[in-house]
């Protein structure tokens, strides 16, 4: 007998019992189409189809897969979310403050500006451009006491007979909420609603207005005739004087037939020379809508550059080696995160008043107080210096309260930001200024990034030294001096 020898045996291939994993179809798949009303992350396929992601909608109207820039896990067989999941859920709440009872004990500190507030109503080169400076010619429809004509629309494909007042209470409510607040309870909305849907002369999925037939925020033929046919079904109501029209549909209307849209047309009827309507759908969570939209189409805002720009990368570029970058960083609403505005854009829609604003001039050296831009009612607010006809250095404390009561306590302070109006170009003028010691710091969407001053930050940006002295509940004390 030989050991180790013997006859070799192959060995048999287990025959697989696991099913083979099918495809969800009504889940999206990276790279394909949607629409940037869907400002919810939601879970779908990646491009080979082969693991869930988590997909973000980029402005260009494409699924972008958020697993390629942060650490995000997706159970493979549930499709929750185990890891990153701040990232898919940044949502937008107001949280009561008034002013903090404690007071800053530095000395020689200015409350009020020293030059006449005009002098920093800063102007753009092209009044006719993009609203952002105070010499615009455009209109503004969302004003004190403005009127909101909701047009609720009803077809043969998808109706009710049910009350568009009560289906659509919420979203009524939080209009009005957000309106109060922004203006620091100065301005009031008047809504008007029909008791019953009205009928449109065509089916609803023939507008061809919904989610399949979307492409990015483009606006569409169909959007137009549907705006058009609902003033139609709504002329025995009361529609003059109204600043935007609401069109909403039945409740059970799917989003692929029906979803949002924010638009102008060349549809005489009011005080404007042209009329807005947006539509809104019973999930949309206000924010594509009022609190973001309603500076487009109300206010002529535009979007600042800042979030992921198309290119589905967090922005941060910097000009030169001041701090300054090319863009805000994702600070303010209208750039695209959900939190609160600009204080300049507040200021510029007049939803600030001119008493609430510091304008100064500073020869030497100064110290200024200034409150939390996001506090309901607080005075003194916002720190503008002006440095030329078109461009101005803008400062204001950063806390999280009111619509910034999701911001992280670690990104807290003021936040410096250039003011450049000399080009009418999309996105451009506002530039926030990072202090030098955190160059390096990488921005996390969807968090703005990490660029406030704190107790012993200092930047350097247009002649000036700006740096915080003071900081507590009262918001910050900014020392400027002049280089």
């Known amino acids: 007998m030989i050991w180790n020898k013997g006859i070799a045996v192959t060995k048999p291939t287990p025959i697989s019992t696991t099913p083979k994993k099918s495809i969800d179809a009504s889940k999206s798949v990276e790279g394909g189409s949607c629409s940037p009303s869907l400002v919810i992350d939601q879970v779908g396929y990646s491009?080979?189809?082969?693991?869930?992601?988590?997909?973000?909608?980029?402005?260009?109207?494409?699924?972008?897969?958020?697993?390629n820039l942060?650490?995000?896990?997706?159970?493979?067989?549930?499709?929750?979310?185990?890891?990153?999941?701040?990232?898919?859920?940044?949502?937008?709440?107001?949280?009561?403050?008034?002013e903090s009872r404690i007071l800053p004990t530095s000395s020689n500190v200015f409350t009020e500006g020293n030059i006449p507030i005009g002098e920093c109503k800063i102007s753009q080169n092209d009044p006719n451009g993009f609203h952002k400076g105070f010499n615009w010619t455009g209109s503004i429809r969302v004003k004190q006491n403005m009127i909101l004509q909701v047009l609720p629309v009803q077809a043969s494909d998808y109706s009710s007979t049910g009350n568009p007042g009560v289906d659509y209470k919420n979203f009524i409510d939080g209009i009005k909420e957000i309106i109060h607040n922004l203006s620091d309870g100065t301005w009031d909305l008047q809504v008007r609603v029909p008791a019953t849907y009205l009928k449109l002369p065509a089916t609803l999925a023939s507008y061809k207005v919904g989610t399949d037939n979307s492409q990015g925020e483009a606006r569409t033929p169909g959007q137009e005739l549907l705006t058009r046919d609902a003033l139609a079904a709504g002329n025995s109501l009361d529609l003059q004087g109204a600043s935007l029209f609401m069109i909403v549909?039945?409740?059970?209307?799917?989003?692929?037939?029906?979803?949002r849209f924010s638009n102008s047309w060349s549809i005489n009827l009011g005080p404007f020379p042209s009329l807005g309507s947006f539509s809104i759908t019973p999930i949309d969570p206000a924010w594509g809508t009022i609190h973001h939209d309603f500076f487009h189409l109300g206010l002529g805002i535009p979007d600042h550059l800042g979030d992921e720009i198309h290119s589905a990368k967090d922005f941060t570029q910097f000009i030169g080696r001041t701090g300054e970058i090319l863009g805000t960083d994702r600070w303010g609403n209208m750039s695209g995160t959900q939190m609160y505005w600009f204080a300049w854009d507040k200021w510029l829609s007049g939803l600030m008043q001119d008493s609430q604003v510091i304008c100064a001039k500073v020869t030497t050296s100064a110290n200024f107080w200034i409150k939390p831009s996001a506090t309901y009612r607080a005075s003194k607010k916002f720190l503008v210096i002006p440095t030329g006809?078109?461009?101005?250095?803008?400062?204001?404390?950063?806390?999280?309260?009111?619509?910034?009561?999701?911001?992280?306590?670690?990104?807290?302070?003021?936040?410096?930001?250039?003011?450049?109006?000399?080009?009418?170009?999309?996105?451009?003028?506002?530039?926030?200024?990072?202090?030098?010691?955190?160059?390096?710091?990488?921005?996390?969407?969807?968090?703005?990034?990490?660029?406030?001053?704190?107790?012993?930050?200092?930047?350097?940006?247009?002649?000036?030294?700006?740096?915080?002295?003071?900081?507590?509940?009262?918001g910050d004390v900014v020392k400027v001096e002049k280089l």
């Open 389 to 474: 006809p078109y461009t101005a250095i803008s400062v204001e404390s950063i806390r999280n309260v009111g619509y910034n009561a999701n911001l992280s306590t670690n990104i807290l302070g003021a936040l410096v930001y250039s003011v450049d109006l000399t080009k009418n170009e999309y996105g451009y003028g506002f530039n926030v200024i990072r202090p030098l010691n955190r160059l390096k710091d990488a921005s996390i969407f969807p968090s703005p990034g990490n660029n406030t001053l704190r107790v012993g930050d200092s930047l350097i940006f247009g002649g000036y030294k700006i740096s915080v002295i003071e900081a507590g509940d009262f």
């Open 249 to 259: 549909a039945p409740p059970t209307t799917p989003q692929k037939v029906f979803t």
């Open 47 to 67: 491009r080979d189809l082969k693991k869930l992601v988590l997909l973000h909608c980029l402005k260009e109207g494409r699924w972008f897969d958020l697993g």
């Open 70 to 98: 942060y650490k995000i896990v997706v159970n493979q067989i549930t499709g929750e979310i185990e890891a990153g999941a701040a990232y898919a859920n940044f949502p937008f709440r107001y949280k009561n403050h008034t």
